[in-house]
Each structure stands twice: as C-alpha cells, then as structure tokens.
C-alpha cells in the first residue's frame, strides 16, 4: 500500500512538473535568442590565406588603376590615416609599407570591408590584434573604395620598399 | 494512515489543476492569478513591443520608454539645455534655443504627437510643444533628435498644442492664456476689452517634415486648454475645449468656474484654409524664431519671422462654432470612427458625448443658441450623442482600443473607466495610484488602435516606491487591456513630469533608426576629415582646434600657444564609422559642458582659459580599452607671450610655418 501510494505520488509529481516546466518552458523558449558564442572556445582557424569575406579573387593589374589611386589615398586619409602610417612604424595599427607582400590582396580587402569577423575569427588577423591591442573600428568601406585602397596601397609598397603584390603570388 | 494519501492526492489534483489552467489560458484573467511579470517581463536580449514617447513636463525633454518592460530606453533633449550631451552648450546646437526673448534653455513640454497619414502613425517625426515660452519642436525618429523648433508668437502657455491632423497637415495650437494682441501695457482689469486668444495653424511640409506658421484665427479671450482634429468623416475639422468663458483675470480657482457650461470651438479648418489662400487674412507685424539643424553639418540656424497671417471669424463666416461643454473641460478627444466626440467636463459630474454628424446637422439647421463676438453657438441638445452618467470624479482625457471602447482617467477619483462609446455603457473600473493626468493607449487616438495596453501617467505618487524625499519620480502604470475587464500589470518610474504620450510598434521605429553619420556627407564647416586635417589656426584671439577622435586618441593631443584673453574653439570630429562608438571631450575649467560626438559628426566647444598652465582634456565616453589613454593637453601662456601657437601627436609637432 505504502508503496503503491508513493509511486502514485511520484506519478503524479512528475506530471505536475512537466506540464508546469513545458508551460514556461515554451515561453522561455520562444522568448529567448540563442546566446552570444561569448565564452565559447575559438572557432577551428580557416586555412585560407585569403581570410574571410566577400572578396574572393582579385585581378590585379600592371601598370597602377591609375583613377583608383586618387580616390584610394583620399579613403586613407579621411579613414585609415589616424591609426596607420605609411611607412613601417606600428602607431595603433601596424605601418603599411610591404603590406601587399605580407598579405594576399582577398585578405587586405577582407580585412577592411569585413572588420569584425576577421578579427574575431581569421588567424592571422587575430594574432594581429593581440599585438596591437586596440581592435581595428569597422570604417564602413565599401568593396569598391577597398579595391581603390589596394591600390593605393601597392603604389605605396612601391615607393616606400621597392617592391609589391609579393604575397598574391 | 489512509487519510494523509487522500489529503496528499487532492493537493496534487488541485495542482495540476491549476497548472493546466494557467497553460491553456493566456488572457488578463491569470493576471489576478499572478502573471502579471511575465505579461511585462522583456528577457535579456529581447525587446519591447512598442516604443513610448512621454513628454517630459518640466523636465522640457521626452524619453523613450520601450512597452510592456517599462525600461527607459532614451532621454530626448528638447527644450532644455543637457549638459550630458553638450546640446544646447555646443556652438552647433545654440541656435535651437533662440526665441523672440533671446536664449531660453527651458521649457515645459507637455503634449507628444506622431506624425500620420492617412489616421495612422506613420513613425516619420514627433511633435511636442513648448508651454511657457510657446514653440513647437520636430524630433526626427531616424536619429530621435530634436532637428527643428518653431516659436509661436502673441500667445501665452501654448498648453492647446501641437495637435495633428490625420495627414500631417496641421498641428492645431491654442493659447492656454489670452493676452493683448498685440502686446500692450493694459491694465489687467481691462482683459474683456484687450484680450484676444489665437489658434494657430501650423503646415508641416510632408516631405521634409518642415513646420510653417500658416494662419492664426483670432478668438475670444477665453483659455483653450486642449484640442483634437476629426479623423475619417470629421476630417478637416479641430474641436478645442476651452474654459474660463467667464474671462476672469484673478483667482481663476473659483472665478473661471462659475458657469455651468464652457464652451467647445469647432473649426472648420478647410474653409479657414481657403480664406487664408484666398489672401483674406490680415497680415501684422510680430516677431518669432525658426530654428533648424542642418542633418549633413549638424548645425542649427535660426531665423527671425515678421510678419503672421490673422484670420477674424467676426469677418469670415462659417469657419468657427461653439457648442456648449459641462463645466470646465478638459481634454476633447475623438473615437476612430471620426463620429464621437468626447467632451471631459473636468468639474462636471457626467460627460457629454457629441456626434458628428449631429454637429453637421445643427450647423446645416442654424440651429444656434445666440453668438460670442459672431461666433454661433450651436444648441447643446441638437449636437449631443449622450450623456455619460456619473462615470468618475474629475474626467480628464480619453483613449480608445479600437473595438468600441474608451478608457477615460478621472483625476480626482484616481481611476481608469473604460465604456462603450455607443451604448455610453461603464463597463469596468480600475483605480490608479494615484490621480492619473493623461493616459496613452498604443495609436488610441488614431483610426486604428493597436490596442493592448493602457498606460496611465499618474500626478502624484506617494508611497508606490522607495521614498527620495519630498521629491518623487512621477509614477506611470501598465494595464493590459485585451481582456474585458483591465489588470493592473506594471508600476514604473518617469522622468519630469510626463504630461501625454503615444506609444508606436517598434516594427515601424527600429528599422529606420539610424546607426552612424556617414563622413563622406559631413560638411561641416570646421570638420577634419581625416587625421590629416587636424590642426589649430588663429585669426586674431580666436583660435580654432580641428581636432580629431578615434580609438583611442585625439589629434592633436599636445597644443601650445594658446594665450590669455583667447577664445578656444575645439572642433572635433568623430572618425569613427561604426555603431555605439560615440567620443566625448572635456576640457579642465570648461565653463559650459561636454561635447558627445556621434560617429562620423563634429561638434564644438568654446573654450576660455582662466588661467596660465597646463590643462588636461579627453574623451569622456568610456570607448575601447585605452579609454583612459584618450587625453591630452592645451598649454595656456600670459597675453603676449613669445609661445609659438604648435599642435601635434606623438611628438610630431606641426605649427603655422610647418604646416604651410
């Protein structure tokens, strides 16, 4: 009897907790975003050198888009000029001199139009930023104004080392 | 030994019992079991339904408040000055505060009113007045800042304000006070002779948003204290209750409520509209301000108006009417048919219901119960609906859920009353704490009600929460109203005094609101556009300091140079393009405020040194790890001093010769 009675409790019990978990716990879940991968471990490093983004492939030309270097120095000044010098010296953000033989041109452009992800999650990037300590401001450049500044930014390899494109080879 | 199980067992039937109710109904009911904080509860990360705009009252400002949480989600700088974000303090921003009295950096705002097409919220703009020194401002809903005020001129308490008809063509504002027009040194005693009331008529540009002065139409000098536009079949028409027909001067306590009955003006603004195109207003001389910030500069610019149009309904006929309304009314609000029109007799003990087309009727008939100053006064039985019998103590405003049923407050019993609009029905009753003033619904005075909930803005607050000495926050109260009878779900604190709000679907306000100023369209004069641009110049004692800010500096950060008896004006650009990264800047024995730079935005802080030295200056908004690195200093010499005016960042000093 005593146990028939305890079993019966427990029955009942549990269907009391579920219908009053299942009740909330629909709301809870209808309610609730997934939550932000704030602590969870990095995400396995991608093995493109070309890093992460919409640009895939870069055609790049000899000689200078002459009408993209204008137009591609004025971006520098008004948006990258406060944290990136020219020449090799780290400021904020690392010097621009030899860039286009360190970096894939996919990766240069990636990296400025797509901030965000490639810190958060491009190797290369991210070991950047460890050094660097001050996370790059996501400047809203377009992929065009992007392509301009490359350009911009092989002229400057040119004439500030010598030689350039190195690394899209 | 058998009867505990029994006892055990029922508890547990009883249990499940009510576990299955509460699952499978989700309506008000359960709120009296105790749902109440689920019904308002907004997880982390999860937002409100709808946005709130309350006016601030004496705060002059408004704030947002997201619905049902009842968290405050911003405060909107209006009227007043808010040293928090430097508007107002900013050489930018002073112009917004200009008015025929000079700079006034306060005011009380009382009444919030979307912009609508076609009867419904169209969530592009929101209009509020200004009651002491009259102005109406624009707050634009993209950046939710104020980009515009208008003054309105030869009123007084511009309380009967900015009312809006159904396509944003008008925002219909009375004078709470009527005063000389034009001003003059009168005796007070000789008000029935020298005191004119305007209602005014001001064009919103529906493209721009733009408000314009049109037409004032000259009434008797009575107080119009609140006011609504027809909507659907009553469109083209505005209701104003009025009181003080007894136009008494002094202890208007006991002296404005003596009569009986006040009077409800009827406007038909169409045809005020024709005589003003017809050029059949007179046009007099006056002074007010038109203030405007210029999106792409950020800058306001103010403008002095000279002439205004007066429209004299002795002269043009068939443009205004009175009606009689019971006893010092208040608010005058119209159900979304168009048809009913509410009059809330503040002193009376029932209230008077209008019809429409009754109204319509009764002008057709001339069926008039005599004329104020050529004004008819239509006879009171002929335009009535009904009469709402005993609902409350002291009605004050109402709204409505789409559905047939109002919610009116009553101040003095400190009660919300819904009933049928139709039928003049009470159907449920639910006391407030304590004596609410107005009340919002989700677009309850629009067409279409989004219904839900009811929010009542309460005049006093007590003991609702932990006491702050005598002086309390006002308190807001949270009603679902989906259910036939209204739960009382949430308590929340406000700031000011929150005279009206309206409440809008987030749908129609979060998509368009605007994340960053792009800096390829900043054209501000005195904007550096990059580091490169950053730079100090001198004309005479003034000295300009293009400065610039980004993660984590400012350029420059070391200047020399700057003498006694100089002006300093710190221009400084954000360059940052991305959202929530705003910079701040303060300067030690700034004697004004701070400036908060929006991405891709400059601002400007005058500055006077008060004495030689060293001073610091950095940005106040904590914006990435090397926040506290973001400073620097402005080297202040004796007037006359050989210092040589130098500007630079990291040692890379330029000056006048340098930089040439």
């Excluded at chain 1, 030899?98 to 894939?104: A, E, K, L, M, S």
């Excluded at chain 2, 608010?331 to 319509?360: H, Q, R």
């Excluded at chain 2, 005058?606 to 904590?622: I, L, Q, S």
Aim: glycine share 8%; aromatic share 10%.
């Amino acid at each position: 009897m005593r146990i028939k009675f305890f079993l019966l409790t427990l029955t009942m019990l549990a269907l009391v907790c579920w219908l009053a978990v299942s009740c909330s716990g629909n709301d809870a879940a209808s309610s609730q975003t997934p939550a932000a991968p704030a602590a969870a471990p990095p995400p396995p490093p991608p093995a493109s050198p070309k890093g992460i983004g919409e640009v895939k492939n870069v055609t790049l030309t000899d000689p200078f888009e002459e009408s993209m270097l204008a137009s591609g120095k004025a971006i520098y000044d008004m948006k990258c000029s406060a944290c990136h010098k020219l020449t090799d010296q780290r400021v904020v953000g690392p010097g621009w001199a030899g860039v286009t033989n360190r970096r894939r041109p996919e990766w240069v452009m990636n990296m400025v139009t797509n901030v965000d992800v490639m810190l958060d999650e491009d190797p290369q990037a991210r070991k950047l930023l460890e050094e660097c300590l001050t996370r790059m401001p996501n400047q809203r450049v377009s992929i065009g104004d992007a392509r301009a500044l490359l350009e911009f930014m092989r002229k400057n390899d040119m004439e500030q080392v010598g030689s350039k494109d190195e690394a899209a080879i | 030994m058998m009867k505990a199980p029994f006892h055990v067992y029922s508890v547990l039937l009883l249990a499940l019992a009510v576990s299955l109710t509460s699952c499978s109904q989700q309506n008000a009911t359960t709120v009296l079991e105790g749902n109440a904080a689920e019904l308002t509860y907004v997880a982390p990360g999860e937002y409100d339904e709808f946005y709130a705009f309350m006016s601030g009252g004496y705060s002059g400002q408004i704030t947002a408040y997201g619905l049902p949480s009842g968290r405050l989600l911003k405060e909107i700088p209006v009227f007043s000055v808010y040293p928090e974000n430097g508007y107002g303090f900013s050489e930018e921003s002073k112009p917004m505060f200009n008015t025929s009295y000079g700079f006034v950096p306060w005011d009380d705002s009382h009444h919030i009113e979307l912009s609508q097409t076609d009867g419904e919220f169209d969530g592009r703009w929101l209009f509020v007045n200004g009651n002491n020194t009259p102005r109406i401002a624009r707050v634009d809903l993209t950046t939710f800042e104020t980009v515009e005020i208008l003054e309105i001129p030869d009123v007084a308490g511009l309380h009967c304000a900015p009312f809006i008809t159904e396509n944003s063509e008008y925002l219909v504002s009375g004078t709470r006070f009527s005063v000389p027009i034009p001003q003059a040194d009168v005796p007070i005693t000789s008000f029935k002779e020298n005191f004119k009331g305007l209602i005014n008529y001001v064009a919103v540009d529906q493209e721009s948003g733009e408000m314009s002065l049109a037409f004032q139409i000259e009434m008797p000098g009575f107080n119009y204290d609140l006011a609504r536009n027809g909507k659907g079949k009553s469109h083209g028409w505005s209701f104003l209750t009025t009181y003080n027909s007894e136009q008494a001067h002094t202890l208007l306590e006991v002296n404005a409520s003596q009569k009986d009955k006040d009077l409800l003006a009827i406007i038909d603004w169409k045809k005020a509209e024709e005589y003003f195109k017809a050029g059949r207003g007179t046009e007099r001389t006056t002074s007010y301000y038109h203030n405007q910030l210029d999106e792409s500069s950020g800058i306001a610019a103010s403008t002095e108006m000279t002439t205004t149009t007066i429209l004299d309904p002795a002269e043009l006929p068939d443009m205004v009417y009175f009606i009689p309304v019971p006893k010092s009314p208040h608010g005058c609000d119209i159900d979304p048919t168009g048809e009913y029109i509410v009059g809330n007799g503040k002193l009376s003990a029932d209230m008077s219901i209008y019809s429409f087309d009754k109204l319509m009727a009764t002008i057709e008939a001339k069926d008039f119960d005599g004329d104020i100053n050529g004004i008819p006064i239509l006879n009171y039985e002929s335009g009535l609906h009904g009469i709402l019998k005993k609902p409350g103590l002291g009605p004050l405003h109402t709204e409505f859920d789409g559905k047939g049923n109002a919610y009116t407050t009553f101040f003095i019993s400190s009660e919300v009353v819904k009933w049928d609009v139709e039928k003049l029905e009470i159907l449920d009753r639910q006391s407030t704490f304590y004596s609410p003033g107005h009340l919002t619904i989700p677009g309850g005075e629009t067409k279409k009600p989004f219904g839900k909930y009811l929010v009542a803005m309460n005049k006093i607050t007590k003991d609702r929460y932990l006491p702050t000495g005598p002086e309390l926050a006002h308190s807001a109260q949270l009603f679902d109203i989906t259910g036939d009878k209204m739960k009382l779900i949430l308590d929340f604190p406000t700031k000011g005094e929150p005279h009206y709000a309206q409440a809008i679907p987030a749908s129609m306000i979060q998509p368009n609101s605007k994340k960053f100023y792009a800096i390829e369209e900043n054209t501000h004069p005195y904007a550096s556009l990059g580091e490169g641009q950053a730079k100090v110049t001198r004309e005479g004692n003034q000295v300009h300091v293009y400065m610039t800010a980004i993660r984590s500096h400012l350029a420059p950060d070391n200047i020399e140079g700057i003498q006694m008896g100089d002006e300093v004006y710190f221009h400084l650009t954000n360059l940052e393009q991305d959202w929530d990264v705003p910079h701040g800047f303060a300067v030690q024995g700034a004697n004004n405020a701070e400036l908060l730079v929006m991405p891709g935005q400059t601002k400007t802080l005058k500055w006077e040194p008060f004495r030689p030295g060293v001073f610091a200056f950095y940005c106040t908004d904590f914006c990435s790890a090397l926040h506290q690195e973001m400073s620097g200093y402005v080297r202040v010499s004796p007037k006359g001093s050989d210092v040589e005016l130098v500007w630079g960042l990291n040692d890379e000093n330029k000056s006048a010769q340098t930089s040439r």
